[in-house]
């Protein structure tokens, strides 16, 4: 049984359905009463993030808050009314207090909804793609869509916790820095129940400045996706397709390019006594820099000319 939360719940979408795009034909109304918008017909894909990509998480898209601290990024006002602003980048996916123990990752402040996805295939693999381990799974209790971005389990405060957080509990929260939150959406691939309502060109608000998600709105069908919950294959080295990953002398498997024996944020890796590739493996939530500036799409490292596929591709 799935847990319940703001998204997955049938009524909490009808309301979404119904919520969202009078939303969206206000701010219209909004901007053509403005003169903005005016020729547009869709939200404005092409445009790159507004935050600095540079020296913290903070300054990057995942600061859920939608106010980077450097300054002069998207405005949080615009998402008030769509997801709780805690005022912290860190509580939106850990807590010091009430952590979810069976997720598999350090004080996880987010439920995980009990799913079987529809996992990668080709006649091609020599590994067969299991279920995500933990270290995707982590990343899909928000990518996967089926939870809001901001239904974390321990909210910032005391009396603030419930295991299951749905709409009733998400709405408990006040968002002292503008209205508060309502609508509680998520990075769901249907625009009408989520983010992409705004971030896609088929749903999107002429003149908003919202840049398009659908890379991040991943779903639960990974049939187009790099295969996590799949062993690194054991056979791997001179002659062979795979590269062969060093140990840090606990079992964990990586690929220590600068030879010191240690894990490096910037350094692929696999997980567990099967070593398993997953979401983990290359991307870094936090974000790894590569000189003054993280690595696109989170990755732990440059992707350059392949580079991070042949980390682990003898090709």
């Given at each position: 049984?799935?847990?319940?939360?703001?998204?997955?719940?049938?009524?909490?979408?009808?309301?979404?359905?119904?919520?969202?795009?009078?939303?969206?034909?206000?701010?219209?109304?909004?901007l053509a009463t403005f003169g903005l918008g005016s020729g547009d017909s869709h939200a404005d894909v092409d445009l790159t993030t507004k935050?600095?990509?540079?020296g913290?998480?903070?300054?990057?898209?995942?600061?859920l808050t939608q106010r980077q601290t450097a300054g002069g990024g998207p405005a949080g006002a615009t998402m008030d009314s769509f997801r709780n602003d805690y005022m912290e980048v860190c509580v939106y996916c850990h807590?010091?207090?009430?952590?979810?123990?069976?997720?598999?990752?350090?004080l996880w402040n987010r439920a995980i909804i009990a799913t079987t996805y529809t996992v990668y295939s080709s006649n091609s693999l020599t590994q067969t793609p299991s279920q995500p381990g933990a270290a995707s799974l982590v990343c899909l209790s928000c990518h996967d869509g089926q939870q809001a971005v901001?239904?974390?389990?321990n909210m910032p405060g005391s009396g603030r916790y419930q295991a299951n957080p749905d709409a009733g509990f998400l709405n408990s929260w006040n968002n002292s820095r503008g209205p508060d939150a309502t609508i509680h959406i998520g990075l769901n691939p249907t625009p009408a129940?989520?983010?992409?309502?705004?971030?896609?060109?088929?749903?999107?608000?002429?003149?908003?400045?919202?840049?398009?998600?659908?890379?991040?709105?991943i779903g639960t069908d990974l049939r187009d996706d790099?295969?996590?919950?799949?062993?690194?294959?054991?056979t791997n080295g001179t002659g062979t397709d795979w590269k062969s990953p060093n140990s840090n002398g606990a079992g964990t498997k990586f690929f220590d390019e600068d030879a010191d024996g240690r894990i490096d944020k910037g350094e692929i890796r696999l997980y567990g006594a099967n070593a398993t590739v997953e979401c983990g493996s290359c991307h870094d939530p936090h974000g790894v820099t590569n000189g003054t500036s993280f690595n696109a799409t989170f990755l732990r490292k440059s992707n350059s000319g392949s580079a991070v596929c042949l980390t682990c591709h003898s090709k």
């Open positions: 049984m799935r847990h319940a939360n703001p998204v997955s719940n049938p009524s909490t979408r009808l309301r979404l359905l119904l919520q969202i795009p009078l939303l969206a034909m206000l701010h219209l109304a909004c935050f600095s990509n540079q913290t998480i903070g300054n990057t898209r995942h600061n807590t010091p207090h009430g952590a979810n123990t069976t997720a598999g990752a350090p901001d239904a974390i389990m129940l989520g983010c992409l309502t705004c971030h896609s060109p088929s749903g999107g608000i002429p003149g908003t400045g919202a840049t398009d998600f659908r890379v991040a709105a790099h295969p996590v919950g799949v062993n690194f294959p054991t």
